[in-house]
């Protein structure tokens, strides 16, 4: 019986970081240069419901049930069971890779239940749809982080392009001409669910002042994708310029996420901003020309990996 393989890219966000949570728009791209891989195989003369997996990459070798409850993984295989009895399953190993930072803004999470959820379905011969999948993944997410916006799991499912608006629907994004990002990992874990309660505390103590700068950055995000569905993306550099000083007076840069901003923009980036929740993690650089000099600028200012990415044109439609 042959392997059942499946993988799934990270995910960044372009803008909108925190204003979202307000009601603001966000746009968030598929990260395909790192992925991660999940393989399914049959063990054959195994019994059934024996389901082994294995993730060198966080020195975890068990048999899925032995696993909490509350265990992603578990709960990933779990969901794609749904009703069934997982004693009646045929006996398998799950073998899952990763090339995706973990807590690092880039979906990390949501990519290993994506390649898993997409590998075991195959193995158990289910058809799912992208938006069965991204239910899925979901449903795992819901587990660790409460109320999760769903842009992980759309993005990463669908493996396109969203802009998104808390309470409706998401939009897919048509992209008009193909531009580049480099992403900058600052060594200093992100501190997302701090720096979401720091904004919040800000914001009960100053509506006025926060809810401007909401809607400043909401409005960023609004002319960003005008720019990149128009196939202008070069300029939207000033506008991640912009939006990494509203995240300053938002209190969630550091000194470090400044110091690579402003490394990246000397050395020629057309823009850069922090991208996630902030206190940590990683910037996101807008770049044509030179990729190396920028590289090179934000290793030597304290950048611990760099990656780097192309985001494709596509044909959706924006009707």
């Given at each position: 019986?042959?392997?059942?393989?499946?993988?799934?890219?990270?995910?960044?966000?372009?803008?909108?970081?925190?204003?979202?949570?307000?009601?603001?728009?966000a746009?968030?791209?598929?990260?395909?240069?790192?992925?991660?891989?999940?393989?399914?195989n049959a063990?054959i003369?195994?019994?059934?419901g024996?389901?082994?997996?294995?993730?060198?990459?966080i020195?975890?070798?068990?048999?899925?049930?032995?696993?909490?409850?509350?265990?992603?993984?578990?709960?990933?295989?779990?969901a794609?069971?749904?009703?069934?009895?997982p004693g009646?399953?045929?006996?398998?190993n799950?073998?899952?890779?990763?090339?995706?930072?973990?807590?690092?803004?880039?979906?990390s999470g949501?990519?290993?239940s994506?390649?898993?959820?997409?590998?075991?379905?195959?193995?158990?011969?289910?058809?799912?749809?992208?938006e069965q999948?991204?239910?899925?993944?979901?449903?795992?997410?819901?587990?660790?982080?409460?109320t999760?916006?769903?842009?992980d799991?759309?993005?990463?499912?669908?493996?396109?392009?969203i802009?998104y608006?808390?309470?409706e629907p998401?939009?897919?994004?048509?992209?008009?001409?193909?531009?580049?990002?480099?992403?900058?990992d600052?060594?200093?874990?992100g501190?997302?669910?701090e720096?979401?309660?720091?904004?919040?505390?800000?914001?009960?103590?100053?509506?006025?002042?926060f809810?401007?700068?909401?809607?400043s950055?909401?409005?960023?995000?609004?002319?960003?994708?005008e720019?990149?569905?128009?196939?202008?993306?070069?300029?939207?550099?000033?506008?991640?310029?912009?939006?990494?000083?509203?995240?300053?007076?938002?209190?969630?840069?550091?000194?470090?996420?400044?110091?690579l901003?402003?490394?990246?923009?000397?050395?020629?980036?057309?823009?850069?901003?922090?991208?996630?929740?902030?206190?940590?993690?990683?910037?996101?650089?807008?770049?044509d020309?030179?990729?190396?000099?920028?590289?090179e600028?934000?290793?030597?200012?304290?950048?611990?990996?760099?990656?780097n990415?192309?985001?494709?044109?596509?044909?959706?439609?924006?009707?």
């Amino acid at each position: 019986m042959p392997a059942f393989t499946a993988t799934a890219p990270g995910k960044i966000i372009l803008f909108g970081e925190h204003a979202v949570v307000y009601g603001e728009p966000a746009i968030a791209v598929p990260v395909s240069s790192v992925q991660t891989r999940a393989v399914v195989n049959a063990v054959i003369g195994g019994s059934s419901g024996e389901i082994q997996i294995e993730a060198p990459d966080i020195s975890l070798s068990a048999a899925v049930m032995e696993l909490d409850p509350d265990h992603p993984l578990r709960a990933a295989v779990m969901a794609v069971l749904g009703d069934k009895d997982p004693g009646e399953m045929p006996a398998c190993n799950i073998r899952i890779s990763s090339s995706i930072p973990v807590a690092s803004g880039l979906g990390s999470g949501a990519a290993v239940s994506a390649a898993l959820i997409r590998a075991l379905s195959a193995f158990l011969g289910q058809r799912l749809t992208d938006e069965q999948v991204s239910h899925l993944i979901f449903e795992v997410e819901k587990i660790h982080h409460d109320t999760p916006s769903g842009i992980d799991n759309t993005v990463i499912a669908h493996q396109k392009p969203i802009y998104y608006v808390k309470g409706e629907p998401f939009q897919f994004l048509s992209i008009e001409s193909p531009f580049s990002i480099l992403i900058a990992d600052s060594g200093i874990p992100g501190h997302t669910q701090e720096a979401v309660q720091r904004v919040r505390q800000n914001w009960i103590n100053n509506p006025d002042r926060f809810d401007l700068l909401f809607k400043s950055i909401g409005g960023i995000s609004k002319m960003s994708k005008e720019l990149i569905q128009s196939g202008s993306p070069a300029d939207i550099g000033p506008l991640m310029n912009e939006n990494h000083l509203l995240l300053q007076e938002l209190g969630v840069s550091t000194p470090e996420l400044d110091h690579l901003v402003d490394a990246a923009r000397q050395a020629g980036a057309l823009g850069a901003k922090l991208s996630g929740g902030g206190l940590g993690g990683n910037i996101i650089v807008l770049v044509d020309e030179g990729i190396d000099k920028i590289t090179e600028a934000l290793t030597k200012s304290g950048a611990v990996h760099t990656l780097n990415s192309t985001i494709p044109s596509n044909q959706i439609s924006t009707d």
